[in-house]
């Protein structure tokens, strides 16, 4: 089956359970080596189907949470929009797509996500996975007593509440009390808001990072150093 894929997070999934991914956003990095070769068909908010159809996909798959309902509406392939509103909704996820690409691996992943849920772990906050970066402060900074404000993107700065999926990762780890989570989904911060809120900034490289594998991948390693 042929699949076009305009969620970061599950095109990383999806090749890793050898699904035969041939379109993807430019926000689908991740793996590099493997992502380098699939062709590039628009963003997680917009779509070039003139591209898309040189791919002759047998489905495009969407989530309710990156993509738009507009970009839905007017594709002219057979699709599936996924919708995890939590990390307790991934087991289901996972099998609804298993489903439809009939794709074994994707069933395992929801059992190995389930047994996880089924145990939650609690973490120090400075395990935290951070990326390394020239501008940024050492992990230990995240034993601060200063609340933590999680960034999903810049112009306007969007950070999280508390009925996301990013959020329900952070409780699942023990570690929500740490957040500045708001009412509205991604509310929209002015450089003021921030500043008088005096957080430490954790900066998301993309927003459903915590999507599929590399979440499973992260909670299992945790479940391993206990």
């Not at 990762?169 to 450089?191: C, D, I, M, R, T």
């Not at 005096?198 to 998301?204: R, T």
Request: net charge negative; glycine share 4%.
């Amino acid at each position: 089956m042929r699949v076009v894929c305009m969620v970061p997070s599950w095109t990383e999934t999806l090749l890793a359970c050898g699904v035969n991914v041939v379109g993807r956003t430019r926000y689908c990095i991740h793996p590099a080596d493997e992502v380098a070769d699939i062709a590039v068909v628009g963003g997680t908010k917009d779509v070039q189907w003139d591209k898309v159809a040189a791919l002759s996909p047998d489905l495009v798959i969407f989530d309710k949470e990156e993509n738009t309902k507009p970009m839905a509406d007017s594709c002219p392939y057979p699709y599936f929009a996924t919708h995890a509103e939590s990390v307790q909704d991934m087991p289901r996820a996972l099998r609804l797509l298993a489903q439809q690409l009939n794709n074994y691996g994707l069933i395992e992943l929801a059992a190995r996500f389930q047994l996880l849920l089924n145990h939650p772990v609690a973490i120090e906050p400075a395990a935290l996975p951070l990326l390394a970066h020239k501008d940024a402060v050492p992990n230990s900074v995240l034993t601060d007593e200063r609340p933590w404000l999680y960034l999903i993107w810049r112009k306007p700065y969007m950070s999280i509440g508390r009925h996301t999926f990013i959020y329900s990762v952070f409780a699942h780890l023990g570690l929500s009390h740490k957040l500045l989570a708001f009412e509205p989904n991604y509310p929209e911060l002015s450089f003021e808001d921030i500043t008088k809120l005096n957080p430490i900034l954790l900066c998301s490289t993309e927003p459903l990072c915590w999507y599929g594998i590399r979440c499973l991948r992260f909670l299992e390693s945790r479940m391993e150093s206990l």
